[in-house]
């Protein structure tokens, strides 16, 4: 493994879309398509024959001694959350082309082919909704469903899509349809802080912990905050806030069994100092790998604004923007990857989670 080859692609990477605050390649805007231009080019010049589907994912492939064998694929994603880490998903394209670069330098020919799969709006940050190139091509979301969901920008999603080049009403035929994976295999970095507190270098996931998530719109009654009396207001931002301790309480309860929960956005209207909050948008995300546990908290969480409704006197929306499946990780290669760091004397947990975006 070339460590200088490695940090040299990791720069020309995070060249694109870098500042002070983080990374910003958000999904279909300009610079992901650079990055993922970048990308192209660097598959090229090793070798690697390449194509990008309709939902805008790119594959790259070395084609292998039986060409009609299953691929084995590997890679990630080069979009961003809103300033975001060097690292997260850039590593796992960088570890996928450096993997290429060492079979290319060995003139060692795999039996079945390799691919690199770069997937497209991987994360969640702009539209609300992750994983969305890998979803199209393994045929589990319906372009129907999301053509009119809007980013923070008014900018749908199929303006999104035609703004780099591509056709939305075309994006079901990303669908490998009766085609093969052999395996996927991801290099990623930990995204929390157990494997570091435990001075461990290898995280081996056996499952990943899919989100239910949630839009909610808390309504009150905006009125001048010295005028208006502590028994006669309809603060928005005080349900939300009730809102968002239940969340966390009813997480807590379920914590043995790793489930999480989050509010990771709040805006409040009109936002000034001096007026109570006549509204609350908050969005909320929970995660889990045991699918029974991660509907317990929704429900309390469900039962909590019910209640806070009732009391405070609001009115309170909710929209479910996606409930998940946890997916439990295949034990043969969870068996290989753990035989590997046994064999390499490198430290290894496994029953490690990890989260989708």
Not at 50 to 70: F, K
Not at 184 to 196: C, N, R, T
């Amino acid at each position: 493994m070339s460590l200088e080859r490695i940090e040299k692609m990791l720069k020309q990477f995070n060249a694109i879309g870098y500042s002070e605050g983080g990374m910003n390649r958000l999904a279909f805007t300009e610079n992901e398509l650079k990055a993922k231009e970048l990308f192209k080019e660097m598959c090229k010049e090793k070798g690697l024959n390449v194509r990008m589907d309709n939902s805008g994912n790119i594959i790259a492939r070395r084609e292998g001694i039986n060409p009609e064998l299953p691929p084995v694929s590997t890679g990630s994603h080069l979009d961003t959350v809103i300033n975001g880490g060097k690292y997260d998903g850039t590593v796992g394209v960088v570890a996928a082309l450096e993997l290429i670069c060492r079979l290319n330098t060995r003139h060692i020919q795999t039996l079945h082919p390799v691919e690199i799969i770069c997937f497209t709006a991987e994360e969640s940050s702009r539209f609300g909704l992750s994983t969305i190139g890998s979803k199209f091509m393994t045929g589990n979301l319906n372009k129907d469903e999301i053509e009119n969901i809007k980013d923070k920008d008014d900018i749908s999603m199929v303006e999104a899509f035609s703004q780099v080049g591509l056709h939305f009403d075309q994006v079901e035929s990303a669908f490998r349809r009766n085609e093969n994976i052999k395996a996927f295999f991801e290099v990623h970095i930990e995204q929390g802080p157990v494997l570091e507190q435990e001075n461990v270098n290898i995280g081996v996931v056996t499952g990943i912990a899919a989100p239910t998530r949630l839009k909610v719109t808390v309504e009150g009654e905006a009125s001048h905050s010295g005028a208006t009396p502590m028994n006669l207001r309809k603060d928005a931002f005080l349900g939300a806030a009730e809102i968002g301790l239940a969340v966390e309480n009813a997480a807590n309860l379920e914590a043995l069994k790793g489930t999480v929960a989050t509010v990771g956005d709040c805006v409040i209207t009109p936002g000034v100092m001096n007026v109570i909050p006549a509204k609350a948008e908050m969005k909320i995300d929970i995660r889990g790998i045991d699918i029974g546990s991660k509907r317990v908290v929704y429900e309390r969480v469900m039962a909590t604004i019910k209640s806070i409704e009732r009391e405070r006197h609001l009115l309170i929306h909710t929209e479910l923007l996606s409930d998940e499946e946890p997916v439990l990780l295949e034990e043969d290669i969870i068996s290989s990857i753990s035989q590997t760091c046994k064999q390499l004397g490198i430290s290894y947990k496994k029953n490690a989670k990890w989260s989708r975006p």
